[in-house]
Each structure stands twice: as structure tokens, then as C-alpha cells.
RNA sequence: GUAGCCAUAGCUCAGUUGGUUAGAGCAUCAGAUUGUGAUUCUGAGGGUCGUGGGUUCGAGCCCCAUUGGUUACCCCA
């Protein structure tokens, strides 16, 4: 028998790491409580048709599928040969795989909402915190598994929608205590636009995957790729002017409406980041022409929130306005916007800049020691009437050495110890005593719940 | 999927041009101290050097393969 492992990309959550985790996962879910959007939750898997197709190539491979029961039936093994040959070239058949694991939260609730629109009360705000998985080759910031939280509004194309998520990103992390967040903001039909300005709106795909990466690689390589990708030195150079808009966020809506505004997806565009930016000036959104997000069903406005630049973490939510989603469930017409937070990577960060609050660790609020075979029975009453006033303690689990409890009380965090022994059963009063300060009290067993309570 | 780096005690790591019985710190356990800990002192346990093969009189060290981890690319939270 070898080690036992875990697979790769994922982890074991110890306390200490759960608690912390806990603490994020409950700012959030306050903050789009705050915001009126209700609870969701769906399946860990899905059909693998629900899935297919809405990531766009490269996110269809890294789609976790999972091999159908009873493979191995003789009856069946002619149809599985020839099923796993289209395995082989690429194709994927129900006859080997018919499900997989969720990729992302958007996509099943785009299904939920198909499934269930005519039960739904209009606009349908809801907030979805759950495991998603990828897979992808980990690495710093990159998981196999890991948890998504999203907040969508679906059946309104108010762009209010969007001030609110905004508002979110800004409120959850201001309760993190992240300062330096950025929330970068562009509109999709602005990178229409542009396409439609170099003459090729199919081109649209190749010219967002190339100018994402403006702030990883330059403009020089931008422009190589461009090339690659099959633009002419015109089309580029259309390209480059608007890459080289910069400045306050009023200077780039200047010039970006003298660039595209004369096109009439381009004025969408501008107008759209135009309210949302009127809207949100208390909070730091950054308007971001680059900006272009991977999942190819965005149609409008789309978000991007970053770690604060010291952690070199990139991306930590993303979001935006999608008019058809549903549509791929055969539901047309019912439009939506949503952003998601990435748990796993706001933790690394949080961790990086030491911003979790000192206070998380705490539970168990007394030890009782272990006295001996009768005093311990009796220590164990007391214990039980201070629980049942709702304060979490322990007893230690056998008559061991005093040092020893000590010792114990001191690694599990646990600040105070009660010390109840012959002595204290015939005074009916004990010394608690705070593990930090090494100052100690003797309390009757009366008073001793309120007395920890209060402490 | 492509590429680089790493793998020695529970953890972090030393380990010389290939040379006898592979070390340290921390942690653990026991004792000094049987009702008051964190400091100190003493002692103990703990290893198939990731795995398999090869070169050599001799391999933790060199070579090949393999597995796992990690970082980067692609893509993404």
C-alpha cells in the first residue's frame, strides 16, 4: 500500500484554514444578503451536454468528465469500442461520458433558470456559493478544485444591475480590509466596435485574446501576435491608437468615443461604462479598454477585480452582462449580469498581506482539567451547566499531568483553564485561570458561566 | 497539452571531487518537577535518502526511466 494522497489541485482544509475561509465565505454571503439576491445551490455534476460549448474551446478541455458505470459489461463491449474510438479523435460520446463536473456556477444557473423561468419571480437575483472544478495544471493561485461565489440578476437589462455589482465588489472588499483592490470595467460592444473598425467583426476573438495581455507583454509583442493572428499592418495600427488611449478615466471615455463613437455598437458601448462609472464614483473603478475576459458569452458590460499589485496574484472575480445565456436551454429573451468571487485566490491574498483578523481562532473558551476518576465526574457536570449557557469548553480526557493540560490547553488556543479537584468540590468554588496573563480567579460554580461568559 | 526546477526524520533543511555507522534545528515523548504550563537542563524514539533500473570495488551524490510536488506558457478565479 503507498502513501495515501490527495489528488493534485486539491486540499485538505484544517481548522485554523476553515475558520478563515469561513470568515470570507460570510462577508460575502452578507453583502449579497445586504443586497436582496437569495441563496442557490445545484448539482456537484452535470450533464455533459449542459456544459459543453459555453467556455469556448480551450475551457471544453479542461471540462472534468466523468466516465460512465459499467464500462466493463461484455454485452456492451462492441458499442464501447467503438465509442472510445471517438474518444480518440477528439469527440466526446454519451456512450463513454454523459457527465461532469460543474465548471463554473454561471453556466447551471443559466440551466436552473431555463428549467424554471415560468416559477420565477422577475428580475431573479440570486447568489450561488459552491466548489467548481478544472481541469487545468496547477500552480501559484490555481486550483483543481476550488469555490466560486456569484451573485446574477437575470430578466432585467437595467444597467443599475451593474452599479450594484460594483457596489458589491467595493463593499466586500473594503470589509476585507484589501484598500488597494482594482475593479477594471469595459464593455464588450466597445471591443465589437473595434472589430468592426478593422473590417473584420470576425475577428473579434483574436483581437480580445491579443490585447488582454497588453499589461503582461507589451505592445510589441501585443502587435507580433496580432500579426500572428492574421491582422494587417492597417488593421493593427487601429489597433495600437486604441490601445495607447490612457490617462483619467474622464480622458479615456474622451477619446475612446472620437475613436468608435461614430459606430453605433461602439456608442452603445461607451454609453453603458459611461453610467456605470457616474454611478459608482464612490467607489475605485477603473475604466480598462484591454479588458476583454475569456468566456465568450459576455455581450455587455464586463468586470474584472484585482489583488492589490504587491501580490502579483491577477485576477480575483470577474463578471458581466450576458443577453442570451439561457437562450442555449432553448429559453430565449431573458438577459442577465453577474459577477463571481474567487474564494481560494482572495485567501492567498488575504494570507500574503496578513489581513485576517487576530480574533478567528478562537473557540473553545475553557479547559477543564482532569483531576481524577471522581473529580473529573464531577468536573463534568459543571461543564455541562456552563455549555448549556452556550460556552463552548472542553474537558480534558484523562487524569494526566497538570503540565501536560496545560500544554494542551495552550496549542488548541483555548484561553482560560478551570481547575476542579477535591479541594474545589468541597468549596464549591474553582480558580480559572487565563493561559496569556497566567492571572487567576476563584470563582464559585454558581457564578462560574456568567463569569466566563463575560470574560 | 508544452517547458524548467525540486524530492534526505513529523516539519525546515545541511550532507565536501563518489569513500566507513547519513546530520542539525524545530516538533514529539520521557525525566529533573505527583495541584499551576510557556524559560532552562538531561535523555529517548524517529530514515528502504520518492520509486525502479544502470555505471562503479563503493552511490544520498553520476546516468536512464518513472511517480509526485512546484513554477512558467496556454487559459483562467
Not at 90 to 116: H, S
Not at 121 to 142: E, N, S
Not at 208 to 237: F, P, S
Request: charged content about 25%.
Amino acid at each position: 500500500m503507498s502513501k495515501p494522497s490527495i489528488p493534485q489541485g486539491t486540499r485538505d482544509f484544517s481548522a485554523d484554514v476553515v475558520r478563515k475561509r469561513n470568515y470570507i465565505f460570510s462577508t460575502i454571503k452578507n453583502v449579497f444578503e445586504l443586497y436582496s439576491f437569495e441563496p442557490l445551490e445545484t448539482p456537484a455534476f452535470e450533464n455533459l451536454e449542459t456544459l459543453m460549448g459555453k467556455y469556448g474551446e480551450e475551457g471544453d478541455k479542461l471540462i472534468f468528465k466523468i466516465l460512465n458505470n459499467g464500462l466493463d459489461n461484455p454485452d456492451k463491449e462492441k458499442q464501447v469500442r467503438e465509442d472510445f474510438e471517438k474518444i480518440l479523435q477528439g469527440k466526446n460520446t454519451k456512450g463513454i461520458t454523459e457527465r461532469a463536473l460543474k465548471y463554473d456556477l454561471t453556466i447551471p444557473f443559466a440551466r436552473y433558470v431555463a428549467m424554471n423561468h415560468n416559477k420565477l419571480t422577475m428580475p431573479f437575483r440570486r447568489y450561488q456559493i459552491q466548489p467548481v472544478w478544472r481541469a487545468d495544471r496547477p500552480q501559484k493561485g490555481r486550483y483543481r478544485e476550488f469555490t466560486q461565489c456569484d451573485a446574477d440578476v437575470v430578466g432585467s437589462v437595467s444597467l443599475l444591475n451593474e452599479v450594484e455589482l460594483a457596489n458589491i465588489y467595493h463593499e466586500v472588499f473594503m470589509e476585507l480590509g484589501m484598500k488597494n483592490y482594482e475593479l477594471r470595467i469595459n464593455s464588450r460592444k466597445i471591443l465589437t466596435a473595434l472589430a468592426e473598425l478593422c473590417g473584420g467583426a470576425d475577428k473579434m476573438i483574436d483581437i480580445t485574446i491579443a490585447i488582454d495581455k497588453l499589461d503582461k507583454i507589451g505592445l510589441e509583442k501585443v502587435k507580433e501576435e496580432l500579426q500572428q493572428r492574421g491582422l494587417n499592418e492597417e488593421q493593427v495600427n487601429i489597433i495600437e491608437n486604441y490601445l495607447n488611449i490612457t490617462g483619467s478615466n474622464e480622458q479615456k471615455l474622451s477619446a475612446i468615443k472620437s475613436l468608435i463613437g461614430s459606430l453605433e455598437t461602439g456608442r452603445q458601448g461607451v454609453e453603458e461604462v459611461e453610467f456605470v462609472f457616474a454611478q459608482t464614483k464612490n467607489t475605485s473603478l477603473i475604466i480598462d479598454f484591454t479588458l476583454a475576459r475569456g468566456l465568450n458569452y459576455y455581450t455587455g458590460i464586463i468586470f474584472e477585480a484585482k489583488a492589490p499589485q504587491e501580490v502579483k496574484m491577477g485576477s480575483i472575480g470577474g463578471g458581466g452582462r450576458y443577453d442570451d445565456l439561457t437562450g442555449l436551454f432553448g429559453v430565449p429573451n431573458i438577459p442577465g449580469v453577474g459577477i463571481s468571487f474567487g474564494v481560494d485566490r482572495i485567501y492567498d491574498v488575504l494570507e500574503e498581506l496578513n489581513l485576517f483578523p487576530g480574533n478567528l481562532q478562537v473557540s473553545t473558551k475553557a479547559l477543564f482539567f482532569n483531576m481524577g476518576d471522581a473529580e473529573s465526574r464531577f468536573a463534568f457536570g459543571i461543564m455541562q451547566q456552563v455549555r448549556s449557557k452556550g460556552i463552548a469548553c472542553e474537558l480534558y480526557h484523562e487524569a494526566a499531568k497538570i503540565g501536560k493540560q496545560f500544554t494542551y490547553a495552550e496549542k488548541k488556543n483555548i484561553p482560560f483553564a478551570v481547575i476542579i479537584g477535591s479541594k474545589e468540590m468541597e468549596e464549591k468554588s474553582c480558580p480559572v485561570k487565563n493561559l496569556s496573563s497566567s492571572v487567576q480567579e476563584m470563582v464559585t460554580f454558581e457564578r462560574l458561566a456568567d463569569y466566563l461568559k463575560n470574560l
